[in-house]
Nanobody
């Protein structure tokens, strides 16, 4: 099993940047696909970005392509989300997720482990 703890959320101005981090417990982090999802009030949880366990494959939602970058450091058991060019519509609670299974990186159903979430507010 793996436990996930997000950090780095907060308030940013539109056009600004934030860097989210997700720290994972356990010694087998390199065997997990990892992803970031977000959920705004009254909306369903949606995919943001993902990186495969090998780091070979990354995926991004169309709404964040070119602005957000996901990266992972298996030696440090961390996965990060660099968010640049923030927009008010990026405001949400951001969740880190992990999966040891095989499936589609962009779907919530692929992930069996979730963090508690970190809130992001973007002021216009």
């Amino acid at each position: 099993q793996v436990q996930l703890v997000e950090s780095g959320g907060g308030v940013a101005q539109a056009g600004g940047s934030l860097r989210l981090s997700c720290a994972a417990s356990g010694r087998t982090f390199s065997t997990y696909d990892t992803g970031w999802f977000r959920q705004a009030p009254g909306k369903e949880r949606e995919f943001v970005a993902a990186v495969s366990r090998s780091s070979i494959t990354t995926a991004y939602a169309d709404s964040v392509k070119g602005r957000f970058t996901i990266s992972r450091d298996n030696a440090k058991n961390t996965v990060n989300l660099q968010m640049n060019g923030l927009k008010p519509e990026d405001a949400a609670v951001y969740y880190c997720a992990a999966s040891r299974g095989f499936g589609v990186l962009t779907t919530t159903g692929h992930y069996g482990y979730w963090g508690q979430g970190t809130p992001v507010t973007v002021s216009s």
